[in-house]
């Protein structure tokens, strides 16, 4: 397998949990340290839908010269 990022060979490999009593398959690059998991796959085959940004309502004081 390639990398995605790089074009670097990518190795199977396994990440542990914190606790170390779970274990996650990954794949990794050896050139740039990329990995890939399940969920990284299937987000990038389909992305979910991008979130809506709320855009801070400005409150801008006008004031009238006479």
Known sequence: MMC???GGMMVP???L???G???LSIWRCVCCGEILDSVIA???DHPPA???L???KLLLRV???R
């Open 50 to 52: 991008a979130r809506r």
């Open 54 to 56: 709320r855009m801070p």
């Open 17 to 19: 949990d914190d606790v």
């Open 13 to 15: 490999d396994r990440l």
């Open 21 to 23: 009593l779970a274990t």
């Open 4 to 6: 995605g990022r790089c």
């Open 63 to 65: 004031r009238l010269v």
């Open 42 to 44: 299937v987000n990038r």
